[in-house]
């Protein structure tokens, strides 16, 4: 990774944002941290030579992307291995300031505030062993301490002790139960925080040892004395760092340098504090408990062949990923296909997954197994998951559910994007619930909130989706002509919907169905409209050309409506628009308009998506077709299954959006009149 | 993940006989010398499953099994053992503790499964196809784990039947047909509205219910309440919810539908043709595990000698010892007298002694085991504190606790009770052997 790529990185490099676009101001409520965060890379300047100010993070962390973008440890990093011994000594020397009593003081009040619930999933949710969480042992262990003074005892957080000290207590109910009713005896207790428990025979009140609480608070030391050991610890560490840094070769050293400057960081914070504890408060709050939701680098804006970054998000990432075999050298820099590894690992891992909402992990699962497809259906499906998750929400004390409720998306998303990448209606739905969530009131209370949330998704759901597809109908009918022959490709739903209601209408005309391998999903179609009582035509791909010579119109859907006008959609797509443009057919698009996206794409290699190469190497129904088998073993094979394909905008002749039908190259009006308040926000 | 695990652990089994006894319930017998019911808890454990409610049949295996509970799994696990009167069944045990569950969903797992499957896979996929049952099945394994002197009815320990019949769609997720083997006469009948609505089954002789079952609660409890006969979940409740998975009684009161909306779902078209199971009140689906992986229930005495050979042999990863160069288990504080071989896919465990000239192949010796000079032992269980004299042949057999072997005993395939003694000499074949 050298540093000319950093900037690139950062911003999505897929993407060339058009000047005026821009993504929105960042809001109010994190515009406060910004100062802070100035100051802080003033202070160690290591960290201001490589990485970008905050604030670019932040646009980036709200544009398409939509998920986080790693804080700029890593960027740091780069820094200060290009700086050697140098940036060792400084933040060295930071460690002791950190130390200071002063800063003491400041940084105590955020660190005990923190729910340890919260804390404890984070911890029992990474699964790579090689975590950087050390750096942060001794704030952890003021958790735990604060953890059981506010008695926030529940079943999950004594499974994230598996092996706390303490001892285990029979607790032997009194057997007053029903004699239908068999009586519950407790045989062994995990043993972690009191609790009460409540029983059919009355409620007992488990005989509990303080268990780990107890432990920690007979440690209590007084203030100085943990300063004292923080200290010595801290200046070890250091040393350690320096020294090995000077040994190891260069790799290693990068590594060194990451938990210099790691620490560096973490030395930072609490300088901060002099500026304002609440602004602190709500970095830390930020950036601790969920290390998976906030480290996991965004998909789309990762490039997969890149290996180092690869590695690095492997080690973060709250689900496995998996090696790809052959993949094809031009693509990749996107994620490679790996169902059957991933299928297999998030169901073994069903309950480890414990702070994944049930019906997140239920639609993860579906988008994995390919059961919810299709881009309306993936981007509903998601956002009643995320509305249920939302209903089962309740903030966790000393908490705004601003920041935490966004974070806990965050993690849903990521965990989404591990099951399947997603796509770029997805995207701007998941950026109008962030920014639905950022703007909530903070005086309102938390059952206001909640409910002001999920009656927002039911709009978005109601008014992006479904009235959209009817006034995209509505429009697009007065398209269809008595006479007219319609090509038809792929499965688009909002087709599917005008070609029905123009029969309604009594409107006499003719479909041609194009299909193509492997997922034949105009076969679907194909039935409903039959059933339906349309006539139609069946062919595939192949045969475009010849059959391009009797149609008068083509419609088709899309996945996104790019601002140069450029149609994103299943792949082949680009084919039809092509042959049609060539036989001067008019091509139609019907896109609704929460598909629209501010990027600008010229071709579809740079984002894409992989499908199984193994469905393009299987006929169906024909066995004997076997040439293919074993394609992985010959190292000069390798199968291409593209999921989507970049129509230029030269080919289409008019998108029919619910804002009314307007030409390809209108798309930025789109923006300019609905961008921002309406159409997203 | 909101979901409650339910460990059916039973109790005296009948058709265990002679090998449980009163100090010895089935739950505690021991595969590779842990108590059986130990694989699934810490099955359960490794998927993170760490509150279980464990129901056992009687008082006072309840109070044994919660001992050694308590005793095994301090700081581990969070288990609450329930005790039910005996003879009232595994339907009859979920009713028992129904007041307790409140998760959506609910994992009913026996507690005589031995395998490798993780849960969660069971789970999951039930989660995926938002099912109201879900099961787990495997490949029946080769040997046949049991002879068909089948006692059915007697619900815990029931013998598997030896064809269990299935039927899967071709996606091989829906169940839409299952027959224990016990019911199955000449013909299969199946319903025609099942085969209708779904153009093609598959239909499998070779699967075996692994007794792993996610239900939805309200689903479950339903059934349980409105059909006070049920009396075993496999053979009652199981295939009630398959047979009626097209028209169901209890229907949509217990399945609660995405209310918190007025979105409709007509705009989901894009589902495979074949998919469309229009009117479908609930599905009923299957989790097939994978070849694989190990999957083995302990409900025979046939079962039980293979499953110590397997646990020790070729599913050696279930034990949790490690294996020593010979590819066997010996405790360091055996004592093995000289030219006595141990071979290969054995276990010999804590203060056990053998004498010279012993051969011991395939086998399973538990703790403080005397063995004299010149014993062969084959293919055998030997539990714990068994005295066994010089000159014996032991094969194919399973000797209880404290049983005492004098002189010469020769035994093929024969059971010894707890503290049987059998005198010099005397030889058995295929025997059952205990204390009236």
């Known amino acids: 990774m050298d540093s000319r ?50 604030t670019d993070i932040y646009i980036t962390n709200n544009s398409f992307s939509s998920v986080r973008i790693p804080p700029p440890r890593q960027v740091s990093a780069e820094g200060l291995h290009s700086l050697g011994r140098a940036a060792g000594s400084t933040t060295s020397v930071f460690a002791h300031d950190v130390l200071s009593p002063h800063c003491w003081e400041g940084i105590q009040m955020p660190i005990g505030s923190y729910n340890s619930s919260e804390f404890m999933q984070g911890k029992s949710s990474m699964l790579s062993p090689s975590s950087s969480r050390f750096d942060d042992i001794d704030f952890s262990e003021e958790e735990a301490t604060s953890a059981c003074l506010i008695r926030t005892g529940s079943g999950k957080e004594a499974a994230a002790f598996p092996r706390s000290s303490g001892e285990v207590m029979m607790a032997i109910k009194s057997g007053a139960n ?107 709050v930020d950036r601790n408990p969920d290390k998976d939701g906030k480290k996991d680098v965004s998909q789309s804006s990762m490039q ?114 591990a099951c399947r990448p997603l796509s770029i209606s997805m995207g701007n739905a998941i950026r109008f619930l962030k920014n639905r969530i950022a703007k909530l009131d903070h005086n309102i209370s938390e059952s206001e909130a909640k409910s002001n949330l999920l009656s927002d998704i039911d709009r978005f759901i109601n008014e992006k989706i479904i009235v959209a597809d009817k006034v995209i109908v509505h429009h697009a009918v007065t398209k269809i002509r008595d006479g007219d022959v319609l090509l038809i490709y792929g499965h688009s739903t909002v087709v599917e919907m005008i070609l029905l209601q123009a029969h309604e209408l009594g409107k006499q005309f003719r479909i041609v169905v194009v299909d193509s391998r492997p997922k034949l999903e105009g076969k679907a179609l194909l039935r409903k409209l039959v059933m339906k009582g349309l006539s139609c035509t069946y062919t595939h791909l192949n045969a475009i050309s010849y059959i391009m010579h009797e149609v008068t119109r083509v419609f088709l ?49 740079c984002s894409n998506e992989l499908g199984d190469p193994d469905v393009i190497s299987k006929v169906h129904g024909r066995d004997g077709l076997n040439d293919l088998e074993n394609w992985s073993d010959h190292e000069n094979l390798q199968l291409l299954n593209l999921f989507y394909d970049a129509t230029p905008s030269d080919y289409v002749s008019m998108i029919v959006t619910e804002h009314g039908m307007i030409p390809p190259t209108s798309v930025p009006v789109i923006f300019r009149e609905y961008g921002r308040d309406q159409l997203f926000f | 993940m909101d979901f409650q695990v339910v460990v059916m652990a039973g109790g005296y089994s009948k058709n265990l006989v002679p090998l449980v006894s009163q100090e010895m319930p089935k739950p505690l017998l021991p595969v590779a010398n842990r108590p059986v019911l130990s694989y699934v808890l810490e099955l359960l454990e490794a998927s993170n499953l760490k509150d279980l409610i464990v129901v056992v049949e009687g008082e006072d295996v309840a ?101 269990n019949i299935v039927g899967l769609d071709h996606t091989r997720q829906y169940l839409l047909h299952v027959a224990a083997g016990a019911e199955v006469g000449k013909d299969i009948k199946i319903q025609k509205s099942i085969l209708r609505a779904n153009d093609q089954m598959e239909i499998r002789a070779d699967l075996m219910d692994a007794h792993m079952y996610a239900f939805q609660r309200t689903i479950l409890q339903e059934v349980l309440d409105q059909k006070e006969m049920f009396h075993s979940i496999k053979h009652d409740v199981f295939p009630y919810l398959v047979r009626t998975q097209l028209r169901s009684e209890i229907s949509d009161k217990g399945a609660p539908k995405n209310g918190l909306n007025g979105v409709d779902y007509t705009l989901n078209g894009s589902e495979p043709a074949s998919e469309i199971l229009t009117n479908r009140t609930h599905k009923c689906c299957a989790y097939i595990a994978n070849k694989s992986k190990y999957c083995s229930r302990l409900n025979s005495v046939q079962a039980f000698c293979d499953i110590n050979r397997d646990v020790v042999g070729e599913a ?40 010279d000239k012993c051969s011991v ?32 042949f032991i094969q194919g057999s399973v000797i209880c606790n404290n049983a005492q072997l004098q002189e010469r005993v020769v035994l093929k395939d024969c059971q010894v009770g707890a503290g049987y003694v059998l005198t010099v000499g005397s030889e058995y074949k295929s025997e059952p052997l205990s204390k009236k």
């Open chain 2, 361 to 392: 192949k395939r086998s399973v010796i538990g703790r403080h085991c005397r063995i004299g000079s010149n014993v062969k032992i084959f293919n055998s269980v030997v539990m714990n504190h068994v005295t066994i004299e010089d000159g014996c």
């Open chain 2, 316 to 355: 050696g990863h279930l034990s949790g010892y490690s294996f020593s160069a010979q590819n066997n288990i010996v405790h360091p504080s055996a004592e093995l007298g000289s030219k006595t071989t141990v071979g290969p896919q054995c276990m010999l465990d804590e203060g056990s002694k053998l004498g």
């Open chain 1, 304 to 417: 997969f062949d890149d290996k180092s970054r690869v590695e690095k998000a492997k080690r973060r990432a709250a689900v496995g990923h998996f090696e790809a075999r052959n993949s094809v050298e031009l693509f990749r820099h996107l994620p490679q296909y790996e169902h059957g590894p991933q299928l297999q690992y998030l169901e073994s891992k069903f309950f480890h997954l414990d702070h994944i909402h049930p019906s997140v992990y239920k639609v993860g699962l579906q988008y994995l197994t390919g059961s919810t497809s299709g881009g309306n259906a993936r981007c509903k499906e998601m956002l009643l998951a995320f509305q249920e998750a939302v209903m089962d929400y309740s903030t966790p004390p000393e908490k705004t559910p601003a920041r935490d409720l966004t974070s806990k998306i965050s993690s849903y998303v990521s965990f989404l994007i």
């Open chain 1, 178 to 284: 029903a004699p239908a009713k068999s009586a519950l005896k407790t045989a062994s207790v995990v043993k972690a925080l009191p609790e009460v428990t409540e029983k059919d025979g009355g409620t007992s009140i488990e005989k509990q040892n303080e268990g780990i609480g107890a432990a920690r608070s007979k440690q209590k030391t007084t203030k100085a004395e943990r300063r004292a050991i923080q200290e010595v610890q801290r200046a070890a560490k250091a040393a350690a760092k320096d020294a090995g840094k000077g040994a190891k070769s260069t790799f290693a050293s990068s590594g060194g340098a990451l938990a210099v400057a790691k620490q560096a960081k973490s030395a930072i914070l609490p300088s901060q504090t002099k500026y304002g504890s609440s602004v602190a408060s709500e970095r830390r």
């Open chain 2, 63 to 163: 109070l044994r099994v919660g001992g050694w509970i308590s005793g095994a799994y301090v700081d581990r696990l969070h288990v609450e053992v329930a005790a039910v009167p005996e003879e009232v069944g595994t339907a009859g045990a979920l009713r028992a503790v129904a007041h307790h569950l409140t998760a959506k969903d609910i994992l009913v797992v026996s507690g005589d499964l031995v395998s490798d499957v993780p849960p969660g896979a069971v789970a999951a996929t039930h989660r995926r196809l938002d099912a109201a049952v879900t099961a787990l099945l495997c490949i029946t394994p080769v040997s046949g784990p049991s002879e068909s002197v089948s006692s059915v009815g007697k619900d815990k320990g029931r013998k598997l039947p030896r064809a």
């Open chain 1, 557 to 605: 859907g899309a996945s996104s409506i790019l601002s140069n006008g450029t149609i994103y959609s299943r792949v082949g797509t680009a084919c039809v628009a092509m042959v049609s443009h060539t036989f001067r057919v008019p091509v139609l698009i019907c896109c609704e308009a929460y598909k629209f996206n501010e990027r600008v794409l010229l071709d579809s290699i």
């Open chain 1, 5 to 54: 790529r950093l900037p690139r990185a950062v911003i999505d490099p897929k993407v060339r944002q058009v000047g005026f676009f821009t993504s929105c101001d960042p809001p109010p409520a994190r515009s406060l941290s910004v100062p802070a965060d100035t100051g802080a890379s003033a202070i160690v300047p290591t960290d201001m030579s490589s990485s970008p100010p905050l």
